[in-house]
């Protein structure tokens, strides 16, 4: 089961590191969309309370995504330059997308298989 050869396993990697890097592109931008839309709304409201609420909201909630975003993004960058410290950072990434139902927990389960191949920590030295 964890026989991948050091061919498959330059297959594999940059798939996980590019499938981590466009996951967390895509909550960036979701951040950023947040972050301008929900002060905006507040602001056309005319409530100067409802404004000041949708701004805290909006400011924390895409603070929040943008940082649960850059564990991904290092990690895709670690695993394209075939870094150590990437390889464990996208084994916890994996686990934590295991909790991100559906696409988040297939993207884990392949993001796991990889990284924890017998050949896999050869391959990052």
Same mark, same amino acid.
């Given at each position: 089961m964890n026989s991948l050869t050091r061919e498959q +396993?330059?297959?594999?990697?940059?798939?996980?590191?590019?499938?981590?890097?466009?996951?967390?592109?895509l909550v960036?931008?979701?951040?950023?969309?947040?972050?301008?839309?929900?002060p905006g709304v507040g602001v056309l409201s005319g409530d100067r309370q409802a404004a000041g609420i949708l701004a805290i909201v909006g400011v924390s909630v895409g603070v929040f995504m943008a940082v649960l975003a850059l564990?991904?993004?290092?990690?895709?960058?670690? +695993?394209?330059?075939?870094?150590?410290?990437?390889?464990?950072?996208?084994?916890?990434?994996?686990?934590?997308?295991?909790?991100?139902?559906?696409?988040?927990?297939?993207?884990?389960v392949y993001t796991l298989w990889v990284l924890f191949q017998e050949s896999a920590p050869l391959y990052f030295e």
């Amino acid at each position: 089961m964890n026989s991948l050869t050091r061919e498959q +396993l330059e297959q594999h990697v940059p798939i996980v590191a590019w499938l981590n890097i466009v996951g967390s592109i895509l909550v960036l931008l979701i951040a950023v969309f947040l972050l301008i839309l929900l002060p905006g709304v507040g602001v056309l409201s005319g409530d100067r309370q409802a404004a000041g609420i949708l701004a805290i909201v909006g400011v924390s909630v895409g603070v929040f995504m943008a940082v649960l975003a850059l564990p991904g993004l290092l990690a895709g960058i670690g +695993l394209l330059k075939r870094k150590n410290w990437g390889r464990v950072l996208g084994i916890v990434v994996g686990f934590l997308n295991l909790l991100n139902f559906p696409i988040g927990t297939i993207i884990g389960v392949y993001t796991l298989w990889v990284l924890f191949q017998e050949s896999a920590p050869l391959y990052f030295e």
